[in-house]
């Protein structure tokens, strides 16, 4: 994100628009959008009602623009009238709580497309221990979201301590309280993320969450915490935890979702054709005849029409030829649960678009790209070979049980420091050409490895005369000295041969659209950082949340996959990719085949890639 959005708008601007100038007025909401955005989302922690407060708070922006004495202090009575929509819709919620009270679960959960910090951790690209700070903060107190939205943005250089104070209505020190009581609350879940996702795991920390239904809440924090506290094992896990304020500084905005700043209409679109491309929702025409009489011309035109659109813009992105990409939309033959399923999660789809008994089948591709993730289950020969894989790998050098179909491959894979012994390392040679290396070491409960260590066992992998692909590593792979990047520079600087990069990649952003940018993004920054043919060996949409997995839909699953390797089809770095993986389970629900003649919404979209 450019800078811009640092620096209070120009007067000059401010001035304009108040005086009713369309342009300026354009200008001045477009600027102001990820900040509203940034604010809102993580005050209501990702709920559903995010894009509703947004909007609800760039009308009044524009409705209430001509009152500002002052155009100097335009972006501290910005944040003011945020944090004012954050309180009113807290406030409408726990009514609403109060009168439907059977009907807490519902209005608790948050929109599974949207949940803040995994939005944070996978738009902004975050690892390690930032990743862990992201985490930290779904166990926050309520009252302290909002706070944690106002300081996150004076932490990555947005806001400033006396914006904040003004926006909240606190002096400095009142503020600078109430910012080290929630910091302490964060540091404290922290310890609990670290605790949860360590391999192995504390048995006692498991005694004491045996009844935790694995959503993160300030009563549970408390609980966990005084375990982590005075646990030994648990306590030693955070000895190296670095500064919260040091994590976060210079960290960007967090995007707009896929497509929303570029639909922002200009004030030169005829008022006449905004209905036509987002048709005004009810209440439009009230709001223009209460806004003050300058701005009436303006609202009757298409920025307003965009205010009140937010919540569509993700649907219609992926429908609009012109905005998207020709790798976001399935190819004709798909299935109809598979082409329509590319819109927000958070829709309700037409009833065209809802799958059909009678919907076509896609007929089954054959491609020696394509590739799949295989454990032993019930009828894994049959289902493989209906896949049409044209390789496969079992994070093994052996397939037992398993048949290789006609036109297939199998590609062996060294996983971790245990397997490099002169039996696997002949069977892997014999596999050959290629041979996948240790998997994800970066993580403690896979291989588990330090650079030193798999740097050190290269040779004896070399050895195999086999193509040799890079460790896996988890995430970060284009962050410069993360694992991976560490891993390559020790590489070259011992003259070691690393024939292809290997990749994993889950998305936590269940829309299709912004999901198969994401990857995209990625796979361009990691080929960038080290121009070596890509090998894409596991991804689909998994979100990670306290230990536990959530999946989407099978039809939001199916339309990722068809989008996504459409995309990957025109990347000619990378030479392969294998989708996670084969089985399908209560366990797996990302997989292909619950049996070997059963394929799932998402293994008919995967017979259909190339």
Not at 309 to 319: C, Q, R, Y
Not at 339 to 354: E, F, G, N, V
Request: charge should be neutral; proline fraction near 8%.
């Amino acid at each position: 994100m450019s800078s811009a959005g640092r620096a209070a708008p120009d007067p000059g601007l401010v001035v304009a628009a108040r005086q009713g100038d369309r342009r300026a007025l354009d200008d001045l909401v477009a600027a102001s959008l990820p900040l509203v955005y940034n604010i809102v989302g993580r005050a209501l922690r990702g709920h559903a009602d995010v894009d509703d407060v947004v909007q609800e708070t760039l009308v009044r922006v524009i409705r209430h623009l001509p009152a500002l004495n002052d155009p100097a202090a335009y972006r501290s009575w910005l944040v003011a009238i945020t944090i004012r929509q954050v309180r009113d819709w807290d406030q409408r919620r726990r009514v609403a709580l109060d009168r439907d009270a059977g009907l807490d679960a519902i209005h608790n959960v948050p929109d599974p497309a949207s949940d803040f910090a995994g939005m944070t951790i996978l738009r902004l690209g975050l690892t390690d221990q930032r990743r862990e700070v992201a985490e930290a903060t779904r166990w926050l107190d309520p009252d302290d979201q909002e706070l944690l939205s106002l300081w996150w943005l004076e932490e990555t250089g947005e806001l400033t301590r006396a914006e904040i104070a003004e926006a909240a209505s606190l002096s400095p020190g009142h503020l600078a309280v109430r910012i080290h009581r929630m910091k302490e609350q964060i540091q404290s879940a922290r310890g609990v993320v670290r605790a949860l996702r360590a391999r192995p795991g504390c048995p006692d920390l498991g005694a004491v969450a045996a009844e935790w239904d694995g959503t993160p809440s300030p009563l549970w924090r408390k609980r966990l915490a005084r375990h982590v506290r005075d646990c030994a094992f648990c306590g030693h896990l955070g000895a190296a935890f670095l500064p919260i304020d040091r994590l976060l500084a210079g960290m960007s905005l967090l995007p707009l979702p896929a497509g929303l700043s570029a639909h922002i209409p200009s004030a030169t679109v005829p008022p006449a054709a905004a209905p036509a491309v987002v048709p005004h929702p009810p209440g439009v025409a009230e709001l223009a005849v209460h806004a003050p009489r300058g701005l009436v011309p303006y609202l009757a035109g298409g920025v307003v029409a965009a205010v009140l659109a937010i919540t569509t813009l993700v649907v219609v992105l992926p429908d609009d030829p012109v905005a998207a990409p020709s790798w976001a939309a399935p190819p004709a033959a798909a299935p109809t649960a598979v082409a329509s399923a590319s819109a927000s999660p958070s829709s309700a789809p037409s009833p065209s678009a809802r799958p059909s008994s009678k919907a076509p089948v896609a007929p089954a591709v054959s491609s020696a790209r394509k590739g799949v993730g295989v454990w032993n289950f019930a009828g894994a020969s049959q289902a493989l070979a209906s896949s049409k894989a044209g390789w496969y790998y079992t994070w093994g050098t052996q397939h037992p049980g398993i048949s290789t179909p006609r036109g297939a491959t199998f590609v062996p894979m060294i996983r971790s420091a245990e397997n490099v012994t002169a039996a696997e390392l002949n069977r892997a040679r014999a596999a050959g050409p290629y041979l996948l290396t240790f998997n994800e070491p970066d993580l403690p409960e896979q291989a588990n490895m330090t650079v030193g260590q798999a740097l050190d066992l290269w040779p004896q992998l070399m050895a195999t005369g086999s193509r040799l692909g890079s460790p896996a590593v988890a995430w970060g792979g284009a962050d410069p000295q993360g694992w991976l990047d560490r891993f390559m520079t020790g590489a070259e600087a011992r003259g070691h041969r690393v024939d292809f990069i290997t990749l994993h990649w889950y998305g936590a952003d269940f829309t299709t659209a912004a999901a198969v940018n994401q990857l995209r993004q990625y796979l361009q920054a990691v080929y960038q950082r080290y121009h070596k043919p890509i090998w894409l060996t596991e991804f689909a949409l998994i979100r990670y949340d306290g230990g536990r997995q959530q999946f989407p839909s099978q039809e939001q699953q199916a339309a990722f996959l068809t989008a996504a390797t459409g995309m990957l089809g025109q990347l000619s770095y990378v030479q392969r990719y294998a989708w996670f993986g084969l089985p399908a389970t209560d366990k797996d629900k990302s997989g292909l085949f619950s049996d070997g003649t059963r394929a799932t919404v998402i293994g008919r979209a995967f017979q259909a890639a190339r």
